[in-house]
């Protein structure tokens, strides 16, 4: 196991009516800039409720509404002039990870002294942020409890990750209650999007970190266990609970501090939405098992064999077949079970066009991956994923 340094400062209060803990915003100030999306909290009733707990609170609220699912940094700015011109104390974000994300951006470029974009291109340069707040609505990219952003500038076909310490939040209210509207299709690209991460983090070069394969195996279980149970039943507590929770615990370090690899589905999933706007989770299901086979081989056999063994349970002796039948059974999981597109044709990208540019920006991650990928081995993958 490598050296690792864990901290979550983020107090999370996770149930069914926890938003009442709004009110603890009032110790960070008096004016909170309220971040949302395209609607879904006001048709649910969590917009009307929150404002409520607020108003009693003594907190004021201004709003940045209509950020975008793979937010802009267009918006972002918009956010950061509000708090610079209204003097905001702290960001509270209401929904996705889109959501916070944007508010976590809007959070450090309130403390920065130039444009945000810098903050996205570069980590180095967050500082400081304002206090950060959220109240998850959907299950999948685990923002509510980690130090990343995922930022778009889509008129320059641009997307990246930025993180920071202090822009993991201060406190996230989980209230699985909060994802029974969510759609069966997002619900079906939050499974795919914590079952990545899962993988990110799983599949690594490091040879002793048994505590956290071990967990990354409960959390695939607990994910492929709960996720048709949720598509079924959207009002399902138990099993968007268990989504929720195992959501956060792929991400918050847990089962990446001391023995994860650079991530590698992820920076080629972050190209194919950076050109064609992409639902995230939609995306990285086309590409992983494309992945898997991509790179398997003799030094990664046994790490296949031991995830079919541990999470779909196959049994026999040879490494090769079970390592190939757990590739199968993740795609008919996400394809069939989950009623996930599975090509880039299904998600409307017919043409290879920008396949070279898109690669040659994701090597630049990729090639310090588990198994490191260049970039015709990215547009390999691309090619093989339509
Ligand atoms: O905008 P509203 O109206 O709220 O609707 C949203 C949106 O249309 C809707 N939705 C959310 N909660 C709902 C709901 N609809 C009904 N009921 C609810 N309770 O769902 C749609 C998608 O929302 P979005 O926030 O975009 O989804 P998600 O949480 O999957 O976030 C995706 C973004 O997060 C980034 C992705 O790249 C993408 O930009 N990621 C962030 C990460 C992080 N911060 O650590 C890591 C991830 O790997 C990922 O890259
Ligand atoms: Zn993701």
Request: net charge negative.
């Given at each position: 196991m490598r050296n690792f340094t864990f901290s979550i400062p983020t107090t999370i209060h996770f149930g069914k009516g926890q938003i009442s803990h709004l009110s603890e915003l009032r110790q960070s100030g008096t004016k909170a800039l309220l971040v949302y999306g395209g609607g879904s909290i006001k048709r649910n009733g969590i917009y009307d409720e929150a404002l409520r707990i607020l108003g009693e609170a003594g907190v004021q609220v201004s709003e940045l509404s209509g950020v975008e699912p793979n937010p802009r940094i267009q918006t972002v700015r918009r956010g950061v002039e509000m708090c610079k011109s209204e003097g905001i104390d702290m960001v509270l974000a209401i929904g996705g990870g889109s959501t916070i994300d944007c508010a976590k951006v809007v959070a450090a470029g309130a403390k920065y002294d130039g444009d945000a974009w810098d903050l996205v291109l570069d980590r180095t340069k967050i500082k400081d942020a304002l206090p950060i707040y959220s109240v998850l609505?959907?299950?999948?990219?685990?923002s509510e409890m980690d130090s990343a952003a995922v930022i778009s500038d889509m008129t320059k076909n641009e997307k990246w990750g930025t993180a920071a310490e202090c822009l993991k939040p201060t406190m996230s209210v989980l209230d699985p209650t909060y994802t029974f509207s969510v759609s069966r299709r997002q619900t079906a690209a939050g499974t795919a999007d914590m079952m990545s991460h899962t993988f990110e983090n799983y599949f690594t070069k490091e040879q002793g970190a048994d505590v956290q394969l071990r967990f990354c195996e409960a959390l695939l279980r607990t994910m492929i266990k709960n996720g048709p149970i949720a598509l079924a039943e959207p009002d399902n507590y138990e099993a968007r609970a268990n989504l929720m929770w195992a959501a956060s615990h792929?991400?918050?370090?847990?089962?990446?501090?001391g023995s994860a690899d650079p991530w590698c589905v992820h920076p080629m999933e972050h190209e194919l939405s950076a050109f064609y706007d992409i639902t995230h989770g939609e995306g990285l299901a086309i590409l992983t098992p494309v992945w898997m086979d991509y790179v398997l081989s003799v030094k990664t056999v046994s790490a296949f064999a031991t995830y079919g063994r541990n999470v779909w349970g196959l049994v026999g002796s040879d490494d090769w077949s079970i390592a190939h039948d757990a590739i199968a059974k993740t795609s008919e999981f996400f394809f069939k079970t989950m009623g996930l597109p599975a090509n880039l044709r299904a998600v409307g990208?017919?043409?290879?066009?920008?396949f070279e540019v898109m690669a040659e920006k994701a090597a630049r991650r990729t090639i310090n991956a588990y198994v490191p990928l260049d970039k015709d081995d990215v547009v390999n993958i691309f090619r093989a994923a339509m």
């Amino acid at each position: 196991m490598r050296n690792f340094t864990f901290s979550i400062p983020t107090t999370i209060h996770f149930g069914k009516g926890q938003i009442s803990h709004l009110s603890e915003l009032r110790q960070s100030g008096t004016k909170a800039l309220l971040v949302y999306g395209g609607g879904s909290i006001k048709r649910n009733g969590i917009y009307d409720e929150a404002l409520r707990i607020l108003g009693e609170a003594g907190v004021q609220v201004s709003e940045l509404s209509g950020v975008e699912p793979n937010p802009r940094i267009q918006t972002v700015r918009r956010g950061v002039e509000m708090c610079k011109s209204e003097g905001i104390d702290m960001v509270l974000a209401i929904g996705g990870g889109s959501t916070i994300d944007c508010a976590k951006v809007v959070a450090a470029g309130a403390k920065y002294d130039g444009d945000a974009w810098d903050l996205v291109l570069d980590r180095t340069k967050i500082k400081d942020a304002l206090p950060i707040y959220s109240v998850l609505t959907l299950s999948a990219t685990g923002s509510e409890m980690d130090s990343a952003a995922v930022i778009s500038d889509m008129t320059k076909n641009e997307k990246w990750g930025t993180a920071a310490e202090c822009l993991k939040p201060t406190m996230s209210v989980l209230d699985p209650t909060y994802t029974f509207s969510v759609s069966r299709r997002q619900t079906a690209a939050g499974t795919a999007d914590m079952m990545s991460h899962t993988f990110e983090n799983y599949f690594t070069k490091e040879q002793g970190a048994d505590v956290q394969l071990r967990f990354c195996e409960a959390l695939l279980r607990t994910m492929i266990k709960n996720g048709p149970i949720a598509l079924a039943e959207p009002d399902n507590y138990e099993a968007r609970a268990n989504l929720m929770w195992a959501a956060s615990h792929a991400i918050n370090g847990l089962v990446s501090e001391g023995s994860a690899d650079p991530w590698c589905v992820h920076p080629m999933e972050h190209e194919l939405s950076a050109f064609y706007d992409i639902t995230h989770g939609e995306g990285l299901a086309i590409l992983t098992p494309v992945w898997m086979d991509y790179v398997l081989s003799v030094k990664t056999v046994s790490a296949f064999a031991t995830y079919g063994r541990n999470v779909w349970g196959l049994v026999g002796s040879d490494d090769w077949s079970i390592a190939h039948d757990a590739i199968a059974k993740t795609s008919e999981f996400f394809f069939k079970t989950m009623g996930l597109p599975a090509n880039l044709r299904a998600v409307g990208i017919t043409s290879d066009e920008h396949f070279e540019v898109m690669a040659e920006k994701a090597a630049r991650r990729t090639i310090n991956a588990y198994v490191p990928l260049d970039k015709d081995d990215v547009v390999n993958i691309f090619r093989a994923a339509m």
